[in-house]
């Protein structure tokens, strides 16, 4: 999770200078959404892989796809090419996502995952604070190129760490658990596609070619969520589906906003990459600080009323975001706004993940470890996708103002407060039985 504290911070950090130099703002909102679809992929198969194999080949070829979409990031000469290496880098990041959470299944008894996971939120506060100085310095003294070619550096030591622990708790059931996702994954990535290139309508297209667009994407869409989710989990069944649902409600709501900050403080207050990517660094602070609470909390405890609270958290952080745009306001208010969200995110995020493995058979462990990343790229690229096109449309009318990112940041808010009022599904409709440990 180190590696990704690094290399999510360091992204967001550098993104605005990149987006400019290739000319390409009304594409900002794709270098995070191709990673978001691609990752689809990549967790259906490591989460097939893990539960028949366990965790360590599906670690290792994460590894080694997501450092290569670094290098090739680092070497782009347009936005289409950035767009396509950040595809690559999240087919490899979405592999080792799931393998981490099966990992902590197979590593850590029942009683011990909440503390587990308060400690994978641990490990982002040293690289989310170092990672945004490092790319903001690297970006204005050398090259933004270096701030993605780092990131195979990065994983030399975790690599080098996790050899032993991956031999240790390697090996699977021998069993696919809900066998057959490749396809519906790739079907649900193309979906997507359509669906948030439908959202910006690019240039020239007629009206109803993307109106037709936007339908088959969100068909597809349809189709592959039936396939990956947990059945019922677009009617909010009781228990694990709405759940596993609840990731993405909040990733979307969460990432989407976080994604326009740095670009927001660049354009409308003249902050330089360096500290606009250091206002993101709270966010590590702020996401411990909630992790660390929810791990006080006895594992056997159902967590529907934590992740209420926190998402209620989520929205009240989100919806104070627009006040460091305010000329009178310190932009630095922002930095407070932020870390309230995170804490909100610290609380949900890992009771989501406890709820859900306390949920899952032994057998469907990789399974629904896979589900919770899907829902969180799904909903989350949508998200993106749509916030994405406010902001699109607002380039191309002359620039975005001060207003489209105050419309982006509530509308986020307001799906934040939607899933305060979900989240109370998440207790099943009767205990689960006893796993074993």
């Known amino acids: 999770m180190t590696l990704f504290a690094f290399e999510g911070m360091a992204v967001a950090t550098v993104m605005p200078v990149v987006a400019i130099e290739f000319d390409g703002l009304g594409l900002y909102a794709w270098a995070f959404n191709a990673y978001v679809a691609c990752s689809l992929v990549g967790m259906v198969i490591s989460g097939t892989w893990c539960d028949r194999d366990g965790p360590r080949r599906a670690m290792w070829a994460g590894l080694v796809v997501f450092a290569g979409g670094a290098v090739v990031a680092g070497v782009a000469w347009s936005m289409p090419v950035l767009i396509a290496a950040r ?240 000329p009178s306001i310190p932009a630095a208010v922002c930095a407070v706004s932020y870390f309230v969200a995170s804490v909100g995110m610290g609380l949900c995020f890992p009771s989501i993940a406890v709820q859900t493995l306390r949920l899952s058979p032994d057998a469907e462990q990789g399974a629904n470890s896979a589900s919770l990343q899907i829902s969180d790229a799904i909903l989350s690229s949508l998200a993106l996708g749509v916030l994405g096109a406010i902001h699109a449309a607002a380039v191309a009318s002359g620039g975005a103002t001060v207003t489209t990112y105050d419309v982006m940041w509530w509308l986020s808010a307001v799906v934040a407060l939607v899933g305060s009022l979900v989240a109370v599904r998440m207790r099943p409709a009767r205990a689960p039985a006893p796993q074993a440990a």
Do not use: N
Request: net charge positive; hydrophobic share 55%; charged share 15%.
């Open 87 to 326: 595809g690559l880098q999240g087919l490899g990041g979405g592999a080792l996502i799931v393998a981490t959470y099966v990992l902590i299944a197979r590593a850590f008894p029942e009683d011990l995952r909440p503390k587990a996971f308060s400690l994978l939120a641990a490990s982002w506060v040293v690289p989310a604070i170092v990672g945004p100085l490092i790319a903001g310095w690297l970006t204005e003294s050398l090259s933004w190129r270096y701030a993605f070619w780092l990131v195979p550096l990065v994983l030399l030591l975790p690599a080098v760490l996790l050899r032993r622990i991956l031999r240790e708790h390697d090996g699977g059931t021998g069993e696919r658990g809900r066998s057959g996702r490749a396809l519906p994954a790739l079907v649900t990535a193309v979906g997507l596609t359509l669906a948030m290139a439908a959202f910006v309508r690019p240039a020239g297209l007629p009206l109803w070619a993307d109106v037709a667009g936007l339908a088959i994407g969100l068909g597809m869409l349809v189709f592959g969520v039936r396939r990956l989710l947990p059945q019922g989990s677009l009617r909010l069944r009781r228990g694990l589906p709405t759940t596993v649902l609840m990731r993405g409600i909040l990733a979307g709501a969460f990432f989407g906003a976080e994604a326009f900050i740095p670009l927001a403080l660049v354009e409308q207050r003249g902050y330089t990459v360096t500290l606009a990517g250091l206002v993101l660094s709270v966010s590590a602070l702020g996401w411990w600080v909630g992790s660390y609470s929810q791990s006080r909390i006895p594992e056997s405890t159902d967590r529907a009323a934590t992740v209420r609270l926190g998402a209620l958290i989520v929205a009240g952080g989100i919806a104070s975001l627009p006040l460091c745009l305010v």
